[in-house]
């Protein structure tokens, strides 16, 4: 109840006061997850589902509407937002960082847009990687095994004089292919290799300046379903190799104007660089400043103000190409949040709002009113109501795909082409959550949440009339697919998340997540195809099950199982199903002694090989996740 969080309401409080879904992966979590990535430590979170896709991608998305691009999830790196205007979610595979390094993820499930505005539409993750005074000294990871082939880190970090620290590290990892769904070996494996820095200075007794910086460069097989002509014999499928690159810098000064009151300027400034559609680069900047005041006994206030401009370069071809090939998009943005102390220590009321103006339509109002009621120093309650909203990206304003083609009449061909809608409107969401925490006998925690979401505006794909083209050749048939906002729905369900410690030695944490989807079109709709995909693309039950175990003073052993339900329906043209299946690791800790650890890890125990995801319209080919194993070795010298 005493652990402090920031990503609800952009400042420190107690987990009790917080009238959302949180949950905390700790640093002690990461140190014993025995996971590798990001993705893995995030199975942890009951409610959130996580799929690895092939061997570099992920699909992770909070309660429902799960894809390579969950577009409604957004995510920050100590407050640097990941998220790409240009497809709408997150790549994952250019989310790499030493998870010694990471200092706590924290994710909320539900809604976050009155602090973090457009697309915290079904949750926030938020990454804090550790101060530089915490990383002093030199560490060394080596590690290999039969999926991560051989993996490394070199970390080193110190003070430049008494009011200044700093680390730098790089990172390398190369994994092996995983398996195609006819159980050959597939062409997905991947290697990267990034680096970074962090730099803390106290400038005066009052001002505090970070400044960070990463890189990343690596190369990714991926499948290709691709239309490279009119014909139905141009279309290619095949296996190819495709560089990606990138990186950031990031700085955030924070001035203490007394106890009570403080201000933190923020910006960023990122760039990426992919093969897949000949060459696609994104670039953002950002700039965030933020007031905090607790004016008199009852009243925490936070404020602030926000610009961000993303630009983006695709270089296309005929298979994928956006109209304009560049484009930049400005957002200006600003908010305010009043915590109120109803009954101190007792009853809290939280409302505010974000006024956010973006390209496509303009101005949106994103508020939200929460209440946490704390009737004794062990429970909690708390209620919420939000709107929050998805903002258009590129991909479905202005990008022009052909996707497929079919014999027509006469044996002219028929292209089937996808086109995006430069007027396609804001996806809305009204949220109704409500909670409950508590200890019990100091030996037992546990978090409830419920919730009610009721979307509009939602994203379909309409068929339009055929037309006639005659170039390229041979002369053609187009069959278009239009975007259009003419799906509603809703959806429901409960999330919990429990600690038990049983012994002084061993602990105990059970999650589960059950979820319904319900999708309607509009009467004057003809997708069909959609409202089933997004019913049917995440699980309707889901748990986990974590056991941690100190067997001696230098020996923990932990395992973890997860269980996912089936999935029934996959893709807008065709169904299929994914049989449930559930994922035991376990691994060994040994501190060997001094600084020197030793992890033996197994990963997908129960059975050789399962497959997890389906990605739409064959763009991306599902590989099958395989029994794997790993010995990691971890030297730290202060």
């Given at each position: 109840m005493n652990v402090q969080v920031t990503s609800a309401s952009d400042k420190e409080q107690k987990l009790s006061r917080v009238a959302a879904a949180i949950f905390v992966i700790t640093e002690e979590d990461i140190r014993r997850s025995g996971a590798l990535n990001i993705p893995d430590l995030l199975r942890m979170v009951p409610g959130l589902d996580v799929a690895q896709m092939n061997g570099s991608t992920w699909a992770i998305s909070a309660r429902g509407f799960n894809g390579e691009y969950s577009n409604k999830l957004l995510v920050l790196v100590d407050g640097r937002v990941v998220y790409t205007p240009t497809f709408a979610g997150v790549f994952w595979d250019a989310q790499d960082m030493p998870l010694e390094m990471v200092k706590r993820i924290e994710v909320i499930r539900g809604?976050?847009?009155?602090?973090?505005?457009?697309?915290?539409?079904?949750?926030?993750?938020?990454?804090?990687?550790?101060?530089?005074?915490?990383?002093?000294?030199?560490?060394?990871?080596?590690?290999?095994?039969?999926?991560?082939?051989?993996?490394g880190t070199v970390r080193y970090g110190g003070a430049l004089n008494g009011a200044t620290e700093y680390r730098a590290y790089t990172k390398y990892f190369n994994d092996k292919p995983l398996l195609e769904e006819n159980g050959q070996s597939g062409a997905d494996g991947w290697h990267l290799l990034s680096g970074g820095f962090r730099v803390d200075s106290a400038l005066t007794a009052r001002d505090q300046l970070t400044v960070e910086g990463t890189l990343h460069d690596g190369r990714e097989g991926q499948y290709e379903l691709a239309q490279r002509g009119v014909t139905p014999q141009a279309t290619l499928a095949a296996f190819e190799q495709v560089d990606f690159e990138g990186g950031g810098i990031q700085g955030a000064w924070n001035h203490t104007y007394s106890e009570r009151s403080d201000a933190t300027l923020q910006f960023s400034f990122s760039r990426y660089v992919n093969g897949t559609f000949e060459r696609e680069t994104d670039s953002a900047f950002n700039v965030d400043y933020k007031y905090h005041i607790a004016a008199g006994k009852k009243h925490d206030i936070v404020a602030g103000?926000?610009?961000?401009?993303?630009?983006?370069?695709?270089?296309?071809?005929?298979?994928?190409?956006?109209?304009?090939?560049?484009?930049?998009?400005?957002v200006f943005n600003a908010f305010v949040q009043d915590e109120i102390a109803l009954i101190p220590d007792r009853l809290y009321l939280t409302a505010g709002t974000k006024l956010e103006h973006e390209y496509y339509n303009g101005f949106e109002a994103l508020p939200s009113v929460r209440l946490a009621w704390e009737p004794s120093d062990h429970q909690m309650f708390w209620g919420a109501v939000s709107r929050a909203v998805r903002t258009p990206s590129r991909s479905d304003t202005d990008a022009v795909a052909n996707v497929d083609s079919f014999p027509g009449p006469g044996g002219m061909p028929v292209l089937v082409r996808y086109t995006g809608n430069p007027n396609f409107l804001d996806e809305t969401l009204i949220a109704?959550?409500?909670?409950?925490?508590?200890?019990?006998?100091?030996?037992?925690?546990?978090?409830?949440?419920?919730?009610?979401?009721?979307?509009?505006?939602?994203?379909?794909?309409?068929?339009?009339?055929?037309?006639?083209?005659?170039?390229?050749?041979?002369?053609?048939?187009?069959?278009?697919?239009?975007?259009?906002?003419?799906?509603?729905?809703?959806?429901?369900?409960?999330?919990?998340?429990?600690?038990?410690?049983?012994?002084?030695?061993?602990?105990?944490?059970?999650?589960?997540?059950?979820?319904?989807?319900?999708?309607?079109?509009?009467?004057?709709?003809?997708?069909?195809?959609?409202?089933?995909?997004l019913e049917h693309n995440a699980p309707h039950n889901s748990a986990q099950l974590r056991s941690h175990v100190d067997l001696a003073r230098a020996l923990a052993w932990d395992i973890s199982v997860y269980y996912v339900d089936r999935l029934n329906y996959q893709g807008e043209a065709s169904a299929s199903k994914?049989?449930?299946?559930?994922?035991?690791?376990?691994?060994?800790?040994?501190?060997?002694?001094?600084?020197?650890?030793?992890?033996?890890?197994?990963?997908?125990?129960?059975?050789?090989?399962?497959?997890?995801?389906?990605?739409?319209?064959?763009?991306?080919?599902?590989?099958?996740?395989?029994?794997?194993?790993?010995?990691?070795?971890?030297?730290?010298?202060r």
């Open positions: 809604p976050g847009g009155t602090i973090w505005g457009a697309n915290a539409v079904n949750g926030v993750i938020s990454i804090f990687t550790k101060k530089a005074r915490e990383t002093k000294g030199l560490l060394v990871e080596a590690g290999g095994g039969t999926t991560a082939q051989e993996f103000l926000g610009y961000s401009h993303t630009e983006d370069g695709i270089e296309g071809d005929f298979a994928v190409m956006f109209t304009p090939s560049h484009q930049g998009l400005a109704y959550e409500a909670g409950y925490r508590a200890t019990f006998s100091g030996k037992l925690s546990l978090d409830l949440a419920l919730y009610f979401n009721d979307y509009d505006h939602l994203q379909t794909t309409e068929p339009g009339a055929l037309f006639f083209e005659a170039t390229p050749i041979p002369a053609h048939l187009v069959e278009p697919l239009n975007n259009e906002n003419l799906m509603h729905g809703k959806t429901a369900g409960i999330e919990a998340a429990a600690k038990w410690q049983l012994a002084k030695r061993w602990a105990l944490s059970p999650g589960y997540a059950i979820e319904q989807i319900q999708m309607r079109t509009y009467s004057v709709s003809k997708d069909l195809g959609t409202p089933l995909s994914i049989p449930s299946y559930t994922r035991l690791d376990t691994g060994l800790q040994w501190k060997i002694r001094g600084g020197l650890e030793m992890s033996a890890v197994g990963q997908n125990l129960l059975q050789g090989h399962h497959l997890e995801f389906l990605g739409s319209l064959g763009s991306v080919q599902s590989s099958e996740i395989k029994r794997s194993a790993y010995v990691k070795f971890v030297w730290t010298f």
